[in-house]
């Protein structure tokens, strides 16, 4: 492509001969001659200059220049070089401008070392083509599609080349035009107007102080069409480079990247539960959806992936609100629950303790009541003794069943309440059951 698009831009004819030029020129200073109003180099003529206009009745005309030597430096300095002469930019680099003055605006800058076609001079300034040519902006509707990706070609006559996208604040570049059908590769568009980089065929002015002359035209030529296909080639790929990053940046993955620093926050507050900060997320995706991120081109699909993030963020800040009253709700529930619990103990309790006899009211009915507990097996006068009513530091009182209508080994453990008879002789007593009441269904352990 490279190679195809620096023959397009290199092969153009020229549109007008420099013998043409030099004629027409000499014609107009025999002219002006004539009519005595000054003579003109051909140069001069070339480069547009005004002749002098002569003193008006009255006045004393200004005084004529002293002559100069041909071997003065400055005389050899602006002297034409030959038709289509070859010079190297010198070690300081050199910039290509409009028209021949330092304040003319810049078309480009040279590099030293970069090679040039030398066209014509004036005073100083040689008119030259630089490889790869020149950009500049024309109007889009001078512009048509090219078979070849991001080429244009021109579609009018003699079409102005302009340093700057405007028709007031400069001129076109002098004297050539791009014509119809030539090629260009086109840099940018802005409005109506687009940035070209034209073909090297067109001029722009350097300072011949710039540049040194180069003797071998065939080794000139060699060498500017080889910094020419570099020149093109370093082109092209900065424009494939802005290409592919303006895909970047029209591509979701783009958006997503601007997205992630919010998501995170948005997900570092949802992971607080109903205590996150969401009013500051959603803040963060609406600066991001009106002003991007600094210093970062603007994404076309961010707004849209935004809208999309709020509205889940939405729904994710209502479930979090749901599951947390859902939670208070069954810990409510679960307190209540407990409460009932210990209301209900407490009734049972109170009624046990209401209803569970007192030592008085036993002993009201009953002699004795306690704790059953086997003890080991002693004899004594009245039988063997193996069981014993504990309560407190009450004594022990000795328990017997000789009637054998309780087996006392069916009670250990419990709480009961006995009727019978002691046999006070006995230390401890003993006591000869004959009625029992269970007082406490629970064993004790």
Known sequence: MVRSLAFSLSSRPRFASAARSRLLSLAFATVFLAAGLGAQTPEELEAGRTPQQPAPVGQ???????????????????????????ARVKSGGATARRYAGEREEAFRTLEAGTIVRVRGSYNGWWRVSVPGGLSGWIATSFLKESD???ERMVDADRVNFRVRATT??????????????ERVLLLEQSGSWARVQAPPRLSAWVDSAQLERVNDSAQAEQEFGKQQEQFLAAIVGEMQKAERERT???????????????DQLRDAELAKGTSGDFQAVRDAYNALATNGV?????????????????KGFELAVGEAEAVALSANSQAKLAEIERQKADALKAKLKEQERVH??????????????????????????????????????????????????YD??????????????????????????????ILTSKKRE
């Open 148 to 150: 070849v990706p991001g």
């Open 294 to 310: 600094e210093g970062k081109p603007k994404s076309p699909k961010l707004k849209e992936k935004v809208y999309e993030r709020l």
């Open 168 to 181: 007031t604040d400069n001129a076109p570049l002098e004297p050539d035009r791009l014509e119809r059908g």
């Open 248 to 262: 970047y940046v029209a591509s979701e993955a783009y958006a997503e990247e601007l997205l992630k620093p919010v």
């Open 60 to 86: 004393t005309p200004a005084p004529e220049k002293p002559p100069v030597k041909e071997s003065d430096p400055e005389v050899q300095r602006v002297q034409a070089p030959a038709a289509e002469s070859w």
């Open 356 to 405: 569970a006899p007192t030592p008085d009211k036993v002993l009201e009915n009953w002699q004795h009541f306690g704790w059953v507990v086997k003890q080991g097996e002693q004899t004594l006068s009245a039988g063997p003794v193996r069981y014993v009513i504990e309560r407190g530091e009450r004594p022990s009182v000795n328990l017997m069943c000789e009637s054998g209508r």
């Open 408 to 437: 006392l080994a069916d009670y250990v453990g419990r709480e009961i309440a006995v009727k019978g008879r002691e046999r006070s002789e006995f230390t401890p007593p003993v006591f000869e059951v004959t009625q029992i009441r």
